[in-house]
């Protein structure tokens, strides 16, 4: 349960912050949570494909999902155009 509501805070942190960096991407409170955790998945799979390590805390798995919910936020403003 821990590692739930763990994945739900840094969810919503990642989501939040890559909101804010691209504007007008802001999908509300449990949209910001969703983009955040699909972020963190993208961003993994993406620095591992690139050998790229951001350290193993908390600031570098907040750093991971924040890249990958801006590449994810990226990819759904292409396909909305």
Not at 17 to 26: M, P, Q, S
Not at 63 to 79: D, K, N, P, Q
Request: charged share 5%; net charge positive.
């Amino acid at each position: 349960m821990n590692n739930l509501v763990y994945v739900l805070i840094i969810g919503a942190i990642a989501g939040w912050i890559a909101g804010e960096i691209k504007r007008g991407f802001g999908y509300g409170l449990f949209g910001n949570i969703l983009v955040g955790i699909l972020g963190a998945f993208v961003g993994n799979w993406l620095f591992a494909q690139l050998g790229i390590s951001l350290g193993a805390g908390i600031i570098g798995v907040i750093l991971t999902a924040v890249i990958g919910a801006l590449a994810l936020l990226f990819v759904v403003g292409l396909v909305k155009r």
